[in-house]
């Protein structure tokens, strides 16, 4: 079974500084990897996305991931925080042979202090 | 637009009481699924359908029931088996076909039960 996880439920980052968000996964096939954030009341959307092509992905809102095999992770990453960014991230694993199940880590929620 | 609704956005029962809720896509997903988000631990898969009259368990499944009598709706039902149902439920979707695309999620419904 496919595993993600996020350690650390509540970052925070001043604004302007680097956010890191870390991602760690556990798959016994190729994986593909997601995040995607969450405002407060509102469903998911799509950050970016990770199926086998590039291993640097560039998301929306500035945002990019790196996926390494050999570590077995997929951190997301800005440069420069900014208030908007506060919200919830959350990173998922899904199996490629097509049944499209995702398996979410349990989230960071992301404070960014002025 | 295309998208996935929920309805309603709040949602209060009382305990005992069976409630349904309603996930509509004009996507064109062949599949659908239903999470269950509580604070603190991601989000949590209850059922799936990869395509109409047909759908599967997920990892948190007793207590609730769905159909997909239609490709553009997956209504879940909040039995009275459900021990602890207050919680935020989002509905999504994907193209499917065999392939792994993201999914698209709803913006939700939070149900409260006293």
């Known amino acids: 079974a496919q595993s993600v996880t996020q350690l650390g439920s509540h970052v925070s980052v001043s604004e302007g500084a680097l956010v890191l968000l870390r991602c760690n996964y556990s798959?016994?096939?190729?994986?593909?990897l997601f995040w995607y954030v969450q405002y407060p009341n509102q469903g998911l959307q799509l950050l970016l996305k990770y199926t086998s092509a590039a291993t640097l992905v560039k998301g929306i809102n500035g945002f990019e991931a790196e996926f390494k095999k050999s570590e077995t992770s997929f951190h997301l990453t800005k440069p420069s925080a900014h208030m908007r960014d506060a919200a919830e991230y959350f990173c998922?694993?899904?199996?490629?042979?097509?049944?499209?199940?995702?398996?979410f880590g349990k989230g960071n929620q992301v404070v960014v202090i002025p | 637009d295309g998208g996935i609704t929920q309805s309603p956005k709040y949602l209060f029962r009382k305990e005992g009481q069976n409630v349904t809720l309603s996930c509509e896509q004009n996507?064109?997903?062949?599949?659908m699924y239903w999470y269950r988000q509580d604070p603190g631990q991601g989000l949590r898969l209850i059922y799936y359908s990869q395509i109409v009259n047909d759908f599967q368990k997920g990892d948190i499944a007793e207590g609730y029931s769905v159909s997909r009598e239609k490709k553009e709706s997956f209504p879940l039902t909040v039995t009275s088996a459900q021990k602890n149902p207050t919680a935020f439920y989002l509905c999504?979707?994907?193209?499917?076909?065999?392939?792994?695309?993201?999914?698209?999620f709803g913006p939700g419904t939070r149900l409260t039960v006293t």
């Open positions: 996507l064109n997903h062949d599949a």
């Open positions: 998922a694993v899904s199996d490629p042979r097509g049944n499209n199940r995702l398996a």
């Open positions: 798959s016994s096939v190729p994986p593909y």
């Open positions: 999504a979707s994907t193209s499917g076909g065999g392939r792994t695309y993201e999914q698209y």
